[in-house]
Nanobody, 115 residues
Framework: QVQLVESGGGLVQAGGSLRLSCAASGITFSLYTMGWYRQVAGKQRELVATLTPGGSSNYADSVKGRFTISRDNAKNTVYLQMNSLKSEDTAVYYC?????????WGQGTQVTVSS
């Protein structure tokens, strides 16, 4: 069974930091492009950051310079370090694993940034 288990969400003040984690099982983790997405109620889910097996990353313009995606293949875990958080970052954050035609999603973790 493929499973992506997210953790690290919570309530934080604007300007603060959080680190999200996503632990994967049931996949050959090192072959997958990993990504973080977020969704606000009533809005479309949007890409936040991705990281390929070769180490290439890309970010949404809104988070560049503030967020960092990383992975630890030995732990089958992808991280999202979020700094200088803004109210606009409030959303449910989802982890995704992608390989060829396969896409797997985590359950989501709530991040709430207060002003």
């Amino acid at each position: 069974q493929v499973q992506l288990v997210e953790s690290g969400g919570g309530l934080v003040q604007a300007g603060g930091s959080l680190r999200l984690s996503c632990a994967a099982s049931g996949i050959t983790f090192s072959l997958y492009t990993m990504g973080w997405y977020r969704q606000v109620a009533g809005k479309q889910r949007e890409l936040v950051a991705t990281l390929t097996p070769g180490g290439s990353s890309n970010y949404a313009d809104s988070v560049k310079g503030r967020f960092t995606i990383s992975r630890d293949n030995a732990k089958n875990t992808v991280y999202l370090q979020m700094n200088s958080l803004k109210s606009e970052d409030t959303a449910v954050y989802y982890c995704k694993a992608h390989f060829t035609s396969l896409d797997y999603w985590g359950q989501g973790t709530q991040v709430t940034v207060s002003s």
